[in-house]
């Protein structure tokens, strides 16, 4: 379904996020027919450029992000929707009028000013807007993550830019629900009759919630150094898979009541404070190791200074929602970098059956283990009887729904379904300022723990399954991590 025309400005336009994501998904759903020939596009960066070197490098994101189905000509006509503009947001007389003039006149199109910058630049770039007359009731900003480093700089980001913007303006992106499974995740939840029975301390044993990366720092050095795997995946991504797991069904699904079920998640999350972080969480950080047959360089060796630093490249918690539903069920997390292989999976274990019926060694438990990416796909684990005639024999088996063998179409990027709710006004896949709030009170508790007990991360090889310590955290409480 066609969206109303708009204007998108991309602050950041030159960046990596925009050749990678945003200009691609802006493409894509030009293709699909989603964006009307009247939209505007325009990236902003500091550097001079003309629009038609902006093209051109739009171009090439495009083709390489489309591979094989590059189509030439559909792009000669869509790159007349794209423009550029040298704006220095930090300097009060940057050329904001030119700007203006790019966008349209019409004051009911909405205008979208996506923020793909420093998180230390939005408070700037709102005020700018704001001075220059564009932070008009039928404009949005849209905010990468991370919002801020800690709690503190979190705020002071939504006071800025809320002096300036309104709430129901205010996009915060966490592009992991802007993800089909992740998505579904809800589906299966609510529109089944079958789980939600069963989706609690009753039948449930314990939940592990694992997003593998392959890749190491991939040229982001200068940022991740400063951030750590706990700011870069678990404040955001990872307690949103959480909440989206552990939440109360909400009353409808508009703006605020997921959103609200979100946030008593996180508020009902135990803190992680003192001592009790060396036995509820594990860090670790890459050294040399292999991808593939390839040797690979340790984490430090990645960066461009001498440093030795303590940043963690893995993260294990092992997590509590202190609520009714979950007493006493641990949510474990765990996150890293330069790991066997890519895959997201949230894996609900059920407890074991309460009499063995079948005997020793047949103690096999159901699990619904949902695949996020790659393999997109949802597997229940069931105990059926191996065939043959030598007595009861139990194998545990999945029920396998494929995404792909169930539907044959292309699955949109995250940052496409989310770039349409934004222009459409749709808030519910956007973190409220509480939300990002409570995320980072609970998240700088852990890193104050961490701070005080001055515990070096465990070095892991690059391509094994990470520090020894989060294997033990599982084995001490007689469980262990699923891995596919
Ligand atoms: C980003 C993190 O938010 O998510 C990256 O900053 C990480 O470090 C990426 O690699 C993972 O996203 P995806 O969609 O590839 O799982």
């Not at 700037?124 to 503190?152: F, M, Q």
């Not at 597997?379 to 009861?392: A, C, S």
Request: charged share 25%; hydrophobic share 40%; glycine share 8%.
């Amino acid at each position: 379904i066609p969206v109303d025309p708009f204007d998108i400005v991309i602050f950041g336009g030159t960046g990596d996020l925009s050749r990678r994501k945003l200009l691609p998904a802006l493409y894509h759903r030009w293709l699909d027919g989603q964006i009307p020939e009247t939209s505007r596009i325009v990236g902003t960066a500091r550097s001079e450029m003309t629009t038609k070197e902006y093209r051109e490098m739009a171009r090439e994101a495009c083709e390489t992000a489309s591979g094989k189905s590059w189509d030439a000509k559909a792009w000669k006509v869509f790159e007349k929707l794209v423009e550029y503009v040298a704006i220095d947001a930090t300097n009060p007389d940057a050329d904001w009028p030119t700007l203006k003039s790019k966008l349209s006149s019409n004051s009911d199109h909405p205008c979208v000013f996506y923020l793909a910058t420093s998180p230390r630049l939005y408070v700037d770039i709102s005020e700018a807007l704001g001075r220059a007359g564009l932070a008009t009731p039928n404009a949005r900003v849209v905010l990468e993550k991370p919002i801020g480093t800690d709690l503190d700089s979190a705020r002071e980001i939504n006071d800025g830019v809320g002096a300036v913007f309104a709430e129901r303006q205010v996009f915060r992106i966490d592009h992991y629900l802007g993800k089909e499974t992740v998505q579904n995740l809800m589906v299966l939840r609510f529109a089944n009759m079958l789980f939600e029975p069963l989706w609690s301390r009753n039948y449930i044993d314990h939940v592990q919630i694992t997003v593998a990366e392959d890749l190491g720092l991939e040229g982001r050095a200068d940022y991740y150094d400063k951030s750590g795997a706990l700011r870069d995946m678990v404040q955001n991504h990872m307690l949103q898979l959480l909440c989206l797991t552990a939440m109360e069904p909400p009353n409808h699904l508009d703006d605020d009541d997921v959103r609200t079920e979100k946030i008593k998640v996180l508020n009902a999350l135990t803190p992680i404070t003192g001592d009790e972080a060396k036995r509820l969480t594990v860090r670790g950080q890459y050294k040399a190791g292999v991808r593939g047959d390839e040797p690979v360089k340790g984490y430090v060796d990645e960066l461009s200074s001498d440093t030795q630093s303590t940043t963690e490249t893995f993260v294990a918690i092992k997590a509590a929602v202190d609520n009714w539903r979950w007493a006493g069920v641990p949510f474990y997390l765990r996150t890293g970098k330069r790991l066997p292989y890519r895959h997201s999976d949230i894996v609900i274990q059920f407890k074991p059956t309460p009499h063995p019926l079948f005997g020793e060694g047949n103690d096999a438990v159901n699990r619904l283990v949902i695949r996020l990416q790659p393999d997109e796909g949802v597997r229940l684990y069931v105990q059926i009887k191996e065939p043959g005639p030598g007595g009861l024999r139990v194998k545990s088996l999945p029920l396998n729904l494929s995404y792909a063998e169930s539907f044959t179409v292309r699955y949109p990027d995250a940052y496409e379904r989310l770039l349409m709710d934004v222009v459409r006004g749709n808030l519910s896949l956007f973190m409220r300022r509480d939300e990002v709030e409570a995320a980072w009170t609970w998240v700088d508790g852990l890193i104050e723990a961490w701070d005080r007990g001055g515990t070096a991360p465990e070095l892991y090889a690059a391509g094994s399954n990470g520090p020894l310590a989060a294997a033990m955290m599982m084995d001490r409480d007689g469980r262990a991590w699923f891995e596919g």
